[in-house]
């Protein structure tokens, strides 16, 4: 199940702070040496407490981070442990194994179930010559749920609020990576047309929930 095109799409999410200063030209007076050390100085704390801020908030975001451990989506009967999926070495997004086509699997590079943004779980329509995990993806409706259990023990529940079948040359990258406020989730998969020459389904299946 290539989803190729699919790491185009996702923002860095990532806080960068850029410290930049420009050296003075030597002035011939001791006032303004003083003025211009003491000004430099000043700065230079400022900037220091500003790059300890934002190392101290950055960390203490990335140690709030819960990882997802399952999903569940009782109206098709799908439940699933989650493995870390990262990046090929082209770029693309990984997937689970086929040879495991009921491993389902959450991109790591994008937000964690529960943060604000969208949380990407992955899974394939079939492999194997058996169904996937999400095999049944596409009968999900609006007013669905969706369950995601966390190392914590936690466990967030999300509704289905929209389902797409799309083109695969035509996947709606902003809709599906682009920041929200609030906690959401997509589900994807394969669908539509088998492409037996390319060995691949031709759409996308994507499911949309909101955290409640």
Known sequence: MPLSRLHAAVSAQALALALTGCAMTATTTATTTAITTSTSAATSAESAKATESTTADATSAVAARVEPVEVNVPKIA??????PLGLNADDTVEVPPVSEPMQAGWYVHARAPGEPGPAIILGHVDG???PGIFHRLR???????VEVSRADGSTLTFRVDQVEQVAKERFPT???YGDTPEPELRLITCGGTFDR????YLDNIIVYAQLI
């Open 78 to 83: 799908a439940r699933s442990s989650l493995i």
């Open 128 to 130: 194997d010559s058996r």
């Open 197 to 200: 020459t390319g060995g691949s």
């Open 139 to 145: 009968e999900l409706a609006v007013g669905d749920e």
């Open 174 to 176: 902003d809709a599906v």
